[in-house]
């Protein structure tokens, strides 16, 4: 699975939109971006994930480049539940099996 | 939320000693996996099973065993506990069928060797 690059953290004021890159340089073809979050101590939650096209669902927006080397996760308008550490991750989907790799991910702050 | 449940959900014990976590899901997914989470680490991943006594090694899966004997459960079990293993674990589940590719992860078991 290719690597992924993501700033360690991140401020964003309550109600603003977020937006957390993650620079995936070496990502192949059928490889997808997959974004998770983990707010406090909690499990790890799924987010998003797509392949080339700009992805939408119920919790956010996922951007991806042209050239696929790299993508953003916008959280439209943050709360303080928002607050969490996000990781992005790039790997071969095919039979469902989620061998996950996590590097350190972006902490994400929201403040009132 | 996915049904996953992990037991016990915080434990102490000392150096030496057996110790067995478990993971019992509810939603019948094929695949499971055992994450540990330590600071500045990230979650790494210990072993994880593609099916009943099907099992394969992750990242870290030194001084760790697992059995899946029912789809339902797989147990982590350390041999013999070093303050190492001192961690929190994680237990995830995916699946292969009806396009869901995302894992599900469970709240976490507190792990402190003494």
């Known amino acids: 699975d290719a690597k992924t690059t993501q700033p360690p953290s991140m401020d964003c004021a309550e109600g603003r939109a977020a937006n957390l890159p993650c620079n995936h340089s070496t990502i192949s073809g059928n490889e997808y971006v997959y974004w998770y979050r983990q707010i406090h101590s909690q499990g790890p939650q799924y987010i998003i994930h797509g392949l080339k096209n700009n992805e939408t669902n119920e919790m956010a927006s996922l951007i991806i480049t042209e050239d696929r080397k790299s993508s953003t996760l916008i959280l439209p308008h943050a709360t303080l539940r928002d607050t969490a550490v996000y990781y992005c991750i790039v790997r071969v989907v095919g039979t469902g099996f989620q061998k996950l790799v996590f590097g350190t991910g972006t902490r994400l702050l929201v403040s009132p | 939320d996915a049904g996953i449940t992990q037991s016990p959900r915080h434990k102490v014990t000392e150096t030496g000693t057996p110790v067995t976590l478990r993971c019992h899901q509810t939603?019948?997914?094929?695949?499971m996996y055992w994450y540990r989470q330590d600071p500045g680490h990230g979650l790494r991943l210990i072993h994880y099973?593609?099916?009943?006594?099907?099992?394969d090694k992750g990242e870290v899966s030194d001084g760790y065993s697992v059995s899946r004997s029912k789809t339902e459960d797989f147990l982590l079990t350390l041999e013999s506990a070093t303050s190492s293993q001192t961690s929190v674990y994680f237990c995830?589940?995916?699946?292969?069928?009806?396009?869901?590719?995302?894992?599900?992860f469970g709240q976490g078991t507190r792990l402190t060797v003494v």
């Open positions: 939603e019948n997914h094929r695949y």
């Open positions: 995830a589940i995916s699946e292969s069928t009806g396009g869901r590719t995302e894992a599900f």
């Open positions: 099973s593609y099916g009943v006594k099907d099992t």
